[in-house]
C-alpha cells in the first residue's frame, strides 16, 4: 500500500494539476494506494502523524507538493516503525527535488518510487526556538535573517501565484531577496558551534543551516552540504557594506563556488545563534516568526527516502 499525501494548493495549483496526473497513472497501473489531501497548514503534520504513530509496519509516505509539504510530512512522523518516504515535487522552489536530482516530470517520479532501485538514508535537522520551547524539523535548511524574511514575504506575494502559473516561481524569491536586501538591516551576534566555538559577528544579514546544499528555489548557498555526513553546514553571510553582498548573492543563483569577503561556512553538528534583535526565522522556506534565539542540531540518518 502507497499512502499520498497531497498539497493541491502547492506551486500555486500545481500540487492538484499533478496529482491527477498520478492518480491516472495509478488507476491505470491497478496500483493499491490511499489519498490524503490537505486544505489547510498542518495538514499533512497530522496525516503523517496518524500514519506513523505506534506504527510497527512498514509504511511508504509519498508527499506530493512543495518543500514545506515535505517539511510537514517529516514534523509529522514517528520513526518508531520502518518508513520510506518518496517525493513528487509540485512547489515553486523544489530544493529538494534540485539535490536529489529528482526527474522534473511527475510520471518518471513515479517511476521511480514504485520500482525503487536506490534508497537514501538521510539527516534532518531540529530547530528549537521561542518561549515556552517550540521545536521544528527541517529537511533542506533553516535560517534567521534575511532569508527568513524572504519566506514571510513570499507568503503574501500576490504575483508569486502569476509567477508560479507561468513556471517562473523562482524569479518571485529574486524580487523577494532583491527587495529584502534593500530593505535588510544588519544586527550583532554570536554563533556557538558544538558548544565550544564562539564566533562573533557585527553585520549578520542571515544565518542558514543546510542539510542540503540549495534553498530559496534555486540559491546554492551551501555547495558541500551533504545530507548523509551527520552534520550541518552553516553559511553565514555578514558585511559591512551591503553592496558587498551583491556578488555572492548572483554567484549563488549561478551555483557559482568561490569564496567572498563576509561569507563564512562553518560544519557543526549543533549550534546556537544570538542575534542582538528579532530576525525572520523559516525552516524549509516555512515562516517561524521573528526571533532572538535559535538551537539547531543534526539528526544523522534517519529518513529513508527513494532517490
Excluded at 147 to 153: F, K, L, M, N, T
Excluded at 229 to 243: E, F, Q, S
Aim: hydrophobic letters at 35%.
Amino acid at each position: 500500500m502507497y499512502y499520498f499525501i497531497v498539497n493541491p494548493s502547492a506551486g500555486s495549483g500545481q500540487g492538484g494539476k499533478i496529482w491527477k496526473k498520478v492518480e491516472k497513472q495509478l488507476n491505470q497501473q491497478g496500483i493499491e494506494y490511499q489519498a490524503l489531501i490537505t486544505e489547510k497548514r498542518g495538514d499533512a503534520i497530522s496525516y503523517a502523524s496518524g500514519l506513523t504513530e505506534g506504527c510497527r509496519e512498514p509504511r511508504i509516505i509519498i508527499a506530493v507538493g512543495g518543500d514545506g509539504t515535505m517539511n510537514e510530512v517529516l514534523d509529522g512522523l514517528a520513526f518508531g516503525g520502518s518508513v520510506t518516504l518518496g517525493y513528487i515535487p509540485a512547489g515553486s522552489g523544489n530544493d529538494l527535488a534540485k539535490s536529489l536530482r529528482l526527474p522534473k516530470r511527475p510520471s518518471r517520479c513515479l517511476k521511480k518510487i514504485l520500482n525503487p532501485r536506490y534508497h537514501k538514508l538521510m539527516d534532518y535537522g531540529v530547530m528549537s526556538y521561542g518561549e515556552p520551547m517550540e521545536h521544528r524539523r527541517f529537511l533542506v535548511s533553516a535560517g534567521l535573517g534575511m532569508d527568513g524574511a524572504v519566506c514571510r514575504e513570499l507568503a503574501d506575494l500576490r504575483i508569486r501565484q502569476a509567477l508560479n502559473r507561468m513556471r517562473l516561481g523562482k524569479l518571485g524569491y529574486i524580487v523577494a531577496g532583491i527587495r529584502q536586501l534593500l530593505l535588510a538591516c544588519p544586527v550583532k551576534g554570536y554563533l556557538l558551534l558544538d558548544r565550544v566555538q564562539k564566533v562573533e559577528l557585527n553585520h549578520i544579514y542571515f544565518v542558514s543551516a543546510h542539510i542540503h546544499p540549495f534553498e530559496g528555489g534555486g540559491f546554492k548557498f551551501a555547495p558541500s552540504a551533504d545530507p548523509c555526513d551527520g552534520r550541518l553546514t552553516l553559511c553565514v553571510v555578514h558585511h559591512g557594506a551591503k553592496a558587498g553582498l551583491f556578488p555572492f548573492l548572483v554567484s549563488s543563483i549561478v551555483g557559482c563556488q568561490k569564496k567572498y569577503r563576509g561569507v563564512r561556512c562553518y560544519n557543526c553538528q549543533e549550534v546556537e545563534i544570538h542575534v542582538e534583535r528579532p530576525m525572520a526565522v523559516h525552516a524549509d522556506g516555512e515562516s517561524c516568526m521573528c526571533q532572538r534565539e535559535l538551537q539547531l542540531r543534526c539528526i544523522p540518518g534517519k529518513v529513508r527516502m527513494i532517490v
